[in-house]
């Protein structure tokens, strides 16, 4: 199809509201302009065909047979135009919310809280795919994404989720005392550190303790962090919503709190209005992050 050679697709709308109708007035009502600007459309419609389409009939508007013609393809044409976005509409319902979240979070504070939400809308379908990897929403087709950072990230929108709070925790079976112990006495246990996490080491740097005069050991995922630090090889820091419930059941104690107001998890969208299946999982999202 030679776009460049078609009239304007406003002129041809108006024109087949126009004639669908028989009465401008009629048709400006459906497509939102003034009676002025359809019969403006129908008028450079007409001049760039060389043909009358319409000419008044009464109180409205009657075809010429060139402009019936026309009108009867147009209409197929929209009738068409319009079966393949319902189509595609009806698709996307009928398809699992996707949503793409990093490994920690999604084993760490969405599970756990995930069957609340299937109890609440057993109606809604969901994918969720643990990545650590780059994506694209629009490209990777993903309806919304769980990231952590300061939320500046172009050509998508971002709300905060959870605090940017960080903990510095341990396992009892490390520590093995009862008393409190400061940030400056945690670096003379041995640390554990994601190495992709560079934020989460500057955060502790930021609050004074070098990590460059610590034991470190690196390892691949966070989930590798925790299960080492439960398991009491060493003291890790994360952010609070991804230990809070190791640290309320015992199984890990926190050491000290580092706020950072700067950095942490962020529901990441499309710049567009959400759909009622992404308006219900974002309203649950939310109101699971102040509990």
């Known amino acids: 199809m030679d776009w460049a050679t078609l009239p304007s697709l406003a002129a041809l709308r108006a024109f087949e509201a126009a004639a669908r109708h028989q009465n401008l007035s009629a048709a400006a009502r459906e497509l939102n302009v003034t009676h002025a600007a359809i019969a403006q459309h129908v008028r450079s419609l007409e001049a760039e065909l060389s043909t009358p389409l319409?000419?008044?009939s009464g109180r409205?508007?009657?075809?010429?047979?060139?402009?019936?013609?026309?009108?009867?393809?147009?209409?197929?044409?929209?009738?068409?135009?319009?079966?393949?976005?319902?189509?595609?509409?009806?698709?996307?319902?009928?398809?699992?919310?996707?949503v793409s979240v990093t490994p920690?979070?999604?084993?760490?504070?969405?599970?756990?809280?995930?069957?609340?939400?299937?109890?609440?809308?057993?109606?809604?379908?969901l994918s969720i795919n643990p990545s650590v990897s780059l994506i694209d929403l629009r490209r990777d087709g993903f309806d919304m994404a769980i990231r952590f950072g300061n939320g500046q990230w172009p050509g998508v929108?971002?709300?905060?989720?959870?605090?940017g709070e960080f903990w510095v925790v341990a396992s009892p079976k490390l520590l093995k005392?009862?008393?409190?112990?400061?940030?400056?006495?945690?670096?003379?246990?041995?640390?554990?550190?994601?190495?992709?996490?560079?934020?989460?080491?500057?955060?502790?740097?930021?609050?004074?303790?070098?990590?460059?005069?610590?034991?470190m050991?690196?390892?691949?995922?966070?989930?590798?962090?925790?299960?080492?630090?439960v398991a009491g090889l060493g003291v890790s820091v994360h952010p609070r919503s991804l230990v809070e419930r190791e640290v309320a059941f015992g199984t890990l104690v926190q050491i000290t709190s580092l706020p950072r107001t700067d950095l942490g998890y962020h529901l990441v969208t499309l710049p567009r209005p959400l759909n009622a299946k992404e308006r219900a999982f974002r309203k649950w999202l939310m109101a699971e992050a102040k509990t």
Request: glycine share 6%.
């Open 60 to 98: 409205g508007v009657a075809l010429t047979e060139e402009g019936r013609h026309l009108a009867q393809h147009l209409s197929d044409g929209f009738e068409v135009i319009s079966e393949g976005v319902s189509a595609l509409q009806r698709s996307k319902e009928d398809r699992p919310l996707s």
């Open 54 to 56: 319409l000419f008044r």
């Open 157 to 163: 929108s971002s709300e905060l989720l959870t605090s």
């Open 104 to 125: 920690s979070f999604a084993a760490n504070w969405l599970m756990p809280r995930i069957g609340g939400f299937w109890q609440k809308h057993p109606e809604i379908s």
């Open 217 to 229: 050991t690196s390892l691949e995922t966070n989930e590798l962090v925790l299960s080492a630090t």
């Open 177 to 215: 005392t009862n008393s409190e112990i400061s940030l400056t006495d945690a670096g003379t246990y041995p640390w554990l550190m994601d190495l992709h996490m560079l934020e989460w080491r500057q955060v502790v740097e930021d609050a004074g303790l070098d990590l460059n005069t610590v034991e």
